[in-house]
């Protein structure tokens, strides 16, 4: 008896063993992928609205690090705060919120993703401002609900975490 006791736990130790050196490698792999090629963001709130919405799941490469006006990134504030915006303006470009409206480089923004007013929101920053070397001006879609670069200012690109490229909703999986 108690040999047969011991031929099934040196069985199902080996069947452990075995299954551990398959599940190790995997989880690490994912963990690697996941902390320097990939992240992931989920949207808190309404500040994108219409185009993200409250408890999606957003993905981005940690690889890509260029942004580009209209892209949708995901950043993180010195503050510890996450956010996800979209760039509006670039460095060296002026930017002025006036009348309810954005103007970049003197010519009003009119993108039809846009929902409200554009307005300053803050006393912090006198507007015209231009964008300094290094930094980006980040609004939310939804204006009159968002916290961005009207509250905090131009962002450091080194604070950008990802460009946002891949959109898990609760029924649907979109590309941005």
């Known amino acids: 008896m108690a040999?047969?006791?011991s031929d099934r736990y040196k069985k199902s130790k080996g069947r452990w063993l075995k299954a551990l050196y398959v599940i190790l490698p995997v989880v690490l792999?994912?963990?690697?992928?996941?902390q320097f090629v990939?992240?992931?963001s989920v949207v808190n709130g309404n500040s994108m609205a219409n185009t993200l919405k409250n408890g999606d799941l957003l993905f981005y490469s940690r690889l890509e690090k260029t942004v580009q006006k209209g892209d949708v990134v995901a950043l993180s504030l010195p503050s510890g705060e996450f956010y996800v915006k979209r760039v509006v303006a670039m460095a060296?470009?002026?930017v002025d919120i006036r009348?309810?409206?954005?103007?970049?480089?003197g010519m009003a923004e009119t993108d039809a993703f846009v929902l409200g007013e554009t307005l300053p929101e803050s006393e912090t920053?006198?507007?015209p401002?231009?964008?300094?070397d290094g930094h980006v001006?980040?609004?939310?879609?939804?204006r009159p609900e968002s916290v961005d670069s009207r509250y905090f200012g131009p962002v450091n690109v080194q604070q950008i975490t990802g460009v946002i490229g891949l959109r898990l909703g609760f029924f649907y999986l979109n590309s941005l």
């Open 125 to 127: 920053f006198v507007y």
């Open 99 to 105: 009348d309810g409206k954005l103007y970049v480089n």
């Open 129 to 132: 401002i231009t964008v300094p």
């Open 137 to 142: 001006f980040v609004l939310g879609d939804n």
């Open 92 to 94: 060296g470009d002026t």
């Open 38 to 40: 990939l992240g992931v």
């Open 29 to 34: 792999a994912v963990f690697l992928v996941f």
């Open 3 to 5: 040999k047969e006791f």
